[in-house]
Nanobody
C-alpha cells in the first residue's frame, strides 16, 4: 500500500522560506513521477509542481515559477518542495501526490494522481 507523509509546513513571514518533504513508502519510489498540489478552503485543489520519475523534467504552476523548486532523493524515497520568497497568497494546505502508473513525466492534473498525503499547512503572514 502506497503511503505519503508530508512534513515541513508552518508559519512564516512574507519573503521567507520553507522546505516541504514528502516521504513515500509501499512501492519502488524511483519508478514514479511525483507532484505537489495545494488547496485553500472553498477552492479546488491547485497544481504547484511535478517532477518526472528520473528527476530530469519538472513543471511549475505560473504563480510559483522562479520561487519554488521541486526535487527528489530516490535513495531516501523523498520528494521536496523548496519554497522561497513566500507570499501571503501561498497560504494553503500542501499535498504531495503520486500516480498509479510509473515512468511518467508528471502531470498538472489532480485526476492523474491516485495517492495523496494527508497535507501540511503553510501559512504566510504579511
Amino acid at each position: 500500500q502506497v503511503q505519503l507523509v508530508e512534513s515541513g509546513g508552518g508559519l512564516v513571514q512574507a519573503g521567507g522560506s520553507l522546505r516541504l518533504s514528502c516521504a513515500a513508502s509501499g512501492r519502488t519510489f524511483s519508478n514514479y513521477a511525483m507532484g505537489w498540489f495545494r488547496q485553500v478552503p472553498g477552492k479546488e485543489r491547485e497544481f504547484v509542481a511535478t517532477i518526472s520519475w528520473r528527476g530530469r523534467t519538472t513543471y511549475y504552476a505560473d504563480p510559483v515559477k522562479g520561487r519554488f523548486t521541486i526535487s527528489r532523493d530516490n535513495a531516501k524515497n523523498t520528494v521536496y518542495l523548496q519554497m522561497n520568497s513566500l507570499k501571503p497568497e501561498d497560504t494553503a494546505v500542501y499535498y504531495c501526490a503520486a500516480p498509479r502508473e510509473g515512468y511518467g513525466l508528471g502531470s498538472r492534473e489532480a485526476s492523474e494522481y491516485a495517492y495523496w498525503g494527508q497535507g501540511t499547512q503553510v501559512t504566510v503572514s504579511s
